[in-house]
């Protein structure tokens, strides 16, 4: 018996006594060919909305956009109506902003100028090449694969993980198969798993004016039968606030924000006098608005800063004004500073002061009303969602109704 047990542990012993835990991983490059992608667009008849993320108008159409699909095109009948025209498919569409009858799309990585006088004969004017692929620093922007083609990106990485145990018969294993099976892995399709965040996607109309962000500045754009035309502002953005792979460019309430992973930029638009907030555990926003009300100041989180009203952001998880939050909003309008957020219902928000105290209260929900995306225009809400587009009056708030 004792030899048994003897035999028995020296064989567990050879087996097992030179066993060692490996993990590795490799990333492997991955390359877009765009040359096929980004050729053109095409107007195709028009279809229910999914996720929209933002609408534009001008005097004869509404136009509602939808990431990496296209934009949605409705003509204005009246005042408080607008019927579905068609689809203007766009397949990388990122963000876009129209001014008089130029839409100004960010596809991919390009800037695509559509002249959209009649949306169902909507053609590209222009396309400036790699626009949106202009950084500072090198490391944020979608390097070329090739020097001579300029439609071939690196988008991101694959990552191939080998784990197990080793022993001295039988060594961990090496990327030799995955080398020969990923080495220049060029896809003409973004795969599901990829998250583009670069690179930046900010069009905002300013008063007819497009702004855009790039090289760490913003730059106005505009297009005229003489061509494109482009100035930057000589506004640079501070390096700290990481908006550059992937930030969000809003107007709203005079003011141009600039939203980065830890922080914003605002722009006063009447003097260009710009002001910086640098906050830790910022969520990007989706959208952002601004109270004209007074703040006496505030002192978070060893920042003291004084505004000019109250810089509200939204996202996916909630609203927040630091550090107040409410979840499920996508969007925001400021009405005569009454907050109105849109998620899977409106709910309108109001803030007051008490002593040196700010103070939030919840002063209406609106369950019948959702949606994605939303745009004041006067005395009406446009509201998108998967049904379409739906007006509301919001001339008394204590009674937003739908015009039928």
């Known amino acids: 018996m004792l030899f048994i047990l003897v035999a028995c542990e020296n064989e567990y012993e050879d087996t097992h006594k030179f066993l060692r835990p490996y993990y590795l991983y490799k990333d492997y490059p991955i390359y877009l060919d765009a040359r096929e992608i980004l050729v053109d667009i095409q107007i195709k008849p ?4 999914d996720a929209t993320f933002k609408i534009a108008s ?6 509602v956009g939808e990431k990496m699909k296209g934009i949605h095109v409705y003509e204005k009948t009246d005042e408080f109506h607008a019927n579905p025209l068609c689809f203007i498919e766009c397949k990388h569409l990122k963000v876009f902003d129209v001014a008089d009858n130029i839409l100004y799309c960010n596809n991919f990585a390009d800037l695509l100028i559509i002249d959209a006088e009649d949306p169902l004969k909507a053609k590209i004017e222009h396309r400036e090449k790699d626009y949106f692929n202009q950084y500072s620093y090198s490391n944020y922007n979608m390097p070329h694969i090739y020097a001579n083609n300029i439609d ?9 993980v080998l784990e197990g145990k080793e022993s001295d ?3 961990a294993p090496d990327f030799s198969d995955y080398d020969q099976l990923y080495t220049n892995f060029i896809v003409k399709e973004i795969p599901n798993d990829i998250q583009l965040d670069m690179p930046y996607t900010g069009i905002t109309n300013v008063e007819e004016n497009i702004f855009t962000f790039g090289i760490n500045n913003l730059a106005q754009c505009s297009y005229t039968s003489d061509g494109i035309k482009i100035t930057q502002s000589g506004i640079n953005i501070p390096n700290y606030l990481y908006t550059l792979p992937g930030g969000n460019l809003q107007y709203k309430d005079g003011m141009i924000f600039i939203i980065g992973n830890s922080g914003f930029v605002y722009l006063d638009y009447l003097n260009m006098m710009m002001q910086s907030q640098n906050y830790y555990n910022w969520y990007q926003p989706l959208d952002v608005v601004s109270l004209k009300v007074p703040t006496n100041g505030l002192f978070i989180m060893g920042r003291s800063y004084v505004v000019d009203g109250i810089i509200i952001g939204a996202n996916y998880g909630g609203i927040s004004e630091i550090p107040w939050s409410v979840s499920g909003v996508t969007s925001l309008v400021n009405v005569n500073d009454t907050i109105l957020a849109l998620g899977n219902q409106l709910t309108l928000y109001q803030f007051y002061m008490q002593y040196t105290t700010r103070y939030t209260k919840q002063v209406k929900q609106y369950s019948n009303i959702s949606g994605t995306s939303m745009q004041k225009d006067g005395d009406r809400l446009i509201v998108a969602n998967r049904q379409g587009l739906s007006f509301y009056d919001i001339r008394d708030l204590k009674n937003i109704t739908l015009i039928p």
Do not use: C, L, M
């Open 169 to 171: 018969t039988e060594p």
């Open 46 to 49: 028009s279809i229910h909305p």
């Open 152 to 160: 071939v990106y690196q988008i991101g990485y694959k990552t191939v």
């Open 58 to 63: 001008n005097d004869r159409y509404i136009f």
